[in-house]
């Protein structure tokens, strides 16, 4: 567990590096997209804020997540960050 910033709440953290060394690693390659914006002319923007918590994790796949905290065990439902495919698969 560890404290929020400006705040008194605490939050999990969990050490996925075991977990992340026996992950097979998704790879996408990163396409150069700037070349395809040029003369264009609308353009947009997303809040991406959270975008990882917003990702579920598949039912079979929530117990390795489990990490341990004074409150008792803890799965996450949702991505977390310090998954390895976690940026892939946003």
């Not at 959270?50 to 991505?79: N, V």
Request: with cysteine; aromatic share 10%.
């Amino acid at each position: 567990m560890v404290p929020k910033k400006g705040t008194l709440d605490w939050r999990p953290v969990g050490d996925y590096r075991a977990l992340n060394s026996q992950t097979v690693k998704d790879k996408y390659p990163i396409a150069d997209f700037t070349a395809e914006l040029h003369g264009s002319k609308i353009f947009s923007r997303i809040d991406l804020i959270k975008a990882h918590h917003k990702i579920p994790i598949h039912p079979e796949d929530i117990h390795k997540t489990s990490i341990c905290t004074p409150f008792g065990l803890f799965e996450s439902t949702r991505m977390q960050f310090g998954l390895c495919n976690a940026s892939a698969t946003f």
